[in-house]
């Protein structure tokens, strides 16, 4: 159990990328998408910080193991900071990337400031509760049409000056480099010795304790025993 973390996502493109950036972790990445129908978390926090607490302390609750939970989203400085914490359900519960981007642009048109970022905030918890944090940001603009084929969500929009590409155009590699998820994952793989150290203490402290067995010692069963 020490050696295993879940990532409380079924996004396929999270997991993919967060398995990448820890593939060299003495650690089992696992994601919910292993343990078949669990019980959703409703995501109604207001920053970053609670909604990635909230999914990772749900989910090590119901597993039993420790969970990575990551909140991450766009802050628009024209839109006063949205579509934030509501960036994957901006455009509706069930809306694709596509419709997510035009929503967007379409609330762009006409602005001149284009400043954006994206912003991640990983949480990592244990069935009992304690929880560490990691958070990133990755500064950006956004552009007035569509770019590139690779990434998710707004990538496609979101313009990396210092590369000269929209995230949707980065090879993953690229993006892990500099991206908010890729900086937050980065720090936390490099201590990933003092997590595991930090985990295996917490887990032991919320072992449940050893039945007593001295109570049991001059007890007579054959008394109980009937027929």
Not at 63 to 70: K, R, V
Not at 156 to 163: I, K, T
Not at 174 to 180: G, Q, R, Y
Request: charged residues 30%; glycine residues 8%; negative net charge.
């Amino acid at each position: 159990m020490l050696n295993i973390i879940v990532l409380a996502t079924r996004n396929t493109n999270k997991v993919t990328e967060i398995k990448a950036l820890l593939k060299d972790a003495p650690v089992e990445i696992k994601c919910l998408a292993d343990y078949g129908p669990l019980p959703p978390v409703v995501e109604d926090k207001e920053t970053f910080e609670e909604n990635a607490y909230k999914k990772a302390l749900h989910y090590a609750k119901v597993l039993g193991l420790p969970c990575l939970g990551d909140d991450s989203g766009l802050e628009v400085d024209a839109l006063d900071g949205r579509p934030g914490v509501l960036s994957a359900r901006y455009a509706g519960e069930n809306a694709t990337d596509l419709e997510k981007c035009d929503k967007l642009l379409k609330e762009m048109a006409g602005k001149t400031n284009r400043k954006a970022r994206f912003h991640c905030v990983l949480s990592l918890a244990t069935p009992g509760g304690p929880a560490l944090t990691w958070e990133s940001s990755c500064e950006g603009e956004i552009i007035e049409e569509r770019r590139g084929e690779s990434g998710f969500g707004y990538d496609p929009v979101f313009y990396y000056a210092p590369l000269r590409k929209t995230f949707a155009q980065l090879s993953m590699e690229e993006k892990n480099l500099v991206s908010h998820r890729g900086k937050a994952m980065a720090e936390f793989a490099r201590e990933i010795d003092k997590v595991l150290v930090w985990l295996r203490q917490r887990l032991m402290e919320q072992k449940p304790p050893k039945p007593d067995h001295e109570q049991f010692e001059n007890d007579d069963w054959s008394k109980h025993l009937k027929g």
